[in-house]
């Protein structure tokens, strides 16, 4: 039986979203309760430029407009960062048959800590804001994990391990 749905492409952005205090925003997943993450996302087409994929991402999974009046577009800064990992064989059926990894781009997003968050049900339970270290620690992701650790050099708030 063929997929309705086309493979997923195994280019991904990261986009971790943080408050001016570095409050970062997490959210649990539907499909894997107890499993919180920042933004993720799959291209949806191999030409798809990555602020693109992290615009429709942070609009999907969380409500939030960037380009809009409280979130301006230049708050989305790409970090520069490549991570290259293992994709859980939990969810190598969603991709071509042979893929085993996937290359993720992270980025982060300032907001108003106050920013409303809509989640979408089918895919998330929940959200929380922590302290940047809090969150690092409560992600199950280790790339997610060490992208958080490194807010506060990305933020300008000095050296990743001070606060």
Not at 10 to 33: F, G, N, Q, T, W
Not at 45 to 55: A, F, G, S, Y
Request: glycine share 6%; net charge negative.
């Amino acid at each position: 039986m063929l997929s309705e749905r086309p493979p997923k492409i195994p280019e991904s952005v990261l986009v971790v979203i943080h408050s001016p205090a570095l409050e970062v925003l997490l959210i649990e997943r539907a499909d894997r309760p107890g499993y919180w993450q920042s933004v993720t996302g799959s291209k949806d087409r191999p030409d798809e430029p990555l602020v693109d994929t992290c615009i429709r991402e942070v609009a999907e999974e969380t409500g939030i407009e960037i380009g809009s009046a409280a979130v301006p577009r230049e708050q989305l800064v790409d970090w520069g960062l490549r991570n290259v990992y293992e994709i859980y064989p939990v969810w190598r059926h969603r991709y071509a048959p042979g893929v085993t990894h996937n290359t993720e781009h992270v980025f982060g997003l300032q907001v108003p800590r106050d920013i409303p968050v809509r989640l979408t049900p089918r895919e998330h339970l929940q959200h929380a804001w922590l302290p940047w270290r809090a969150a690092a620690d409560r992600c199950f992701s280790p790339s997610n994990a060490e992208a958080i650790l490194m807010l506060p050099r990305f933020a300008g708030h000095g050296e990743a391990g001070s606060a």
